[in-house]
């Protein structure tokens, strides 16, 4: 059954974040596998969920992510995912501007200087 469950989120993790969630997964498997598969397992069950679309989703994740404030690596992922399940560059701008009226400057400039690294990756898709 885990295996399946591992399967499942590992398949959901590449749909997604592609590339970033494979290295997020990789690196964390090299310091608990345990958690990795974890992880992995729990997004996929998440990421299951019919109810919302996975761009509705990654709205939703990535305001979470902004008003928290201290989860800049993770924004990131969840930036490039946005963009992977079809968010513009402006959708996902004004997603932060929006959180920064709730979660205040700090955290919407801390999750804007996130957005200009992914936007200004190399290898980004345009």
């Known amino acids: 059954m885990q295996n399946e469950r591992l399967e499942k989120g590992l398949l959901k993790l590449k749909e997604i974040d592609g590339k970033a969630g494979e290295q997020v997964y990789e690196k964390l498997n090299t310091i608990s596998p345990f958690i990795a ?4 397992e729990s997004f996929g069950d998440i990421y ?3 109810e919302i679309d ?5 709205i939703a994740v990535i305001g979470a992510l902004t008003a928290l404030g201290s989860a800049l690596p993770q924004l990131k992922v969840h930036i490039h995912a946005g963009l992977n399940v079809g968010l513009t560059k402006d959708e996902i701008l ?3 501007n929006t959180m920064g009226i709730y ?3 700090p955290a919407m400039l801390n999750a804007l200087y996130a957005a200009q690294e992914v936007f200004n990756e190399p290898d980004l898709k345009r």
């Open 103 to 105: 979660v205040g400057f």
């Open 48 to 50: 299951s969920i019919t």
């Open 94 to 96: 004004a997603i932060i």
């Open 37 to 40: 598969g974890f992880l992995v």
């Open 54 to 58: 996975n761009k509705t989703r990654e």
